[in-house]
T-cell receptor, first 115, second 109 residues
Framework: NAGVTQTPKFQVLKTGQSMTLQCAQDMNHEYMSWYRQDPGMGLRLIHYSVGAGITDQGEVPNGYNVSRSTTEDFPLRLLSAAPSQTSVYFC??????????????FGPGTRLTVT | TQLLEQSPQFLSIQEGENLTVYCNSSSVFSSLQWYRQEPGEGPVLLVTVVTGGEVKKLKRLTFQFGDARKDSSLHITAAQPGDTGLYLCAGPTGNQFYFGTGTSLTVIP
């Protein structure tokens, strides 16, 4: 099993450009999520999905879109990149515990710089 | 405002010393998890604590969940350079996971 994979590993964008960060998992997990990690802030939830066709907003959703057409894939779209979106982005997946998600498995991250 | 606050934010100690990292919240959690993250990688789960007052041990690491399920601690005995990393606590509220601010630990040989 590859676990959770993310592409690209590094990306530089100019302000106003759009792009999609890819995330895939092969563990048949229902729950998937996107986080951004900034110094001194820990990880903050951007969007999450409890299954194919279902997505919802996290703590910091503005400027990002997601979709979940399959169980395996959960892409994150930046609509119009801004310097404030410079960060490291992590995708994670876990079993859906029903009441709350279980332990999460993380991808290796995408380091995004917006100039 | 962070739902989970960790302290200290940074910790630099000599090999062989003991240390404790704290994770506090004003909210009750059904469970709390501790992750360890190394530079350039994603966090990796260390342990999940579920019951108030629960203590779990993982070799030299001891994790405790507060009786009221609002806080947790991680104690490392005789720290080793391999323990160096970012330690994060995390807990679910409904379908959302909240992470603490993180404790960056450096163990000096």
């Amino acid at each position: 099993n590859a676990g959770v994979t993310q592409t690209p590993k590094f990306q530089v964008l100019k302000t106003g450009q759009s792009m999609t960060l890819q995330c895939a998992q092969d563990m048949n997990h229902e729950y998937m999520s996107w986080y951004r990690q900034d110094p001194g802030m820990g990880l903050r939830l951007i969007h999450y999905s409890v299954g194919a066709g279902i997505t919802d907003q996290g703590e910091v959703p503005n400027g990002y879109n997601v979709s979940r057409s399959t169980t395996e894939d959960f892409p994150l779209r930046l609509l119009s990149a801004a310097p404030s979106q410079t960060s490291v982005y992590f995708c994670a997946s876990s079993y859906d515990g029903g009441v709350s998600p279980y332990e999460q498995y993380f991808g290796p991250g995408t380091r995004l710089t917006v100039t | 405002t962070q739902l989970l606050e960790q302290s200290p934010q940074f910790l630099s100690i000599q090999e062989g010393e003991n240390l404790t990292v704290y994770c506090n919240s004003s909210s009750v959690f059904s469970s709390l998890q501790w992750y360890r993250q190394e530079p350039g990688e994603g966090p990796v789960l260390l342990v999940t604590v579920v019951t108030g007052g629960e203590v779990k041990k993982l070799k030299r690491l001891t994790f405790q969940f507060g009786d009221a399920r609002k806080d947790s601690s991680l104690h490392i005995t005789a720290a080793q350079p391999g323990d160096t990393g970012l330690y994060l606590c995390a807990g679910p509220t409904g379908n959302q996971f909240y992470f603490g601010t993180g404790t960056s630990l450096t163990v000096i040989p």
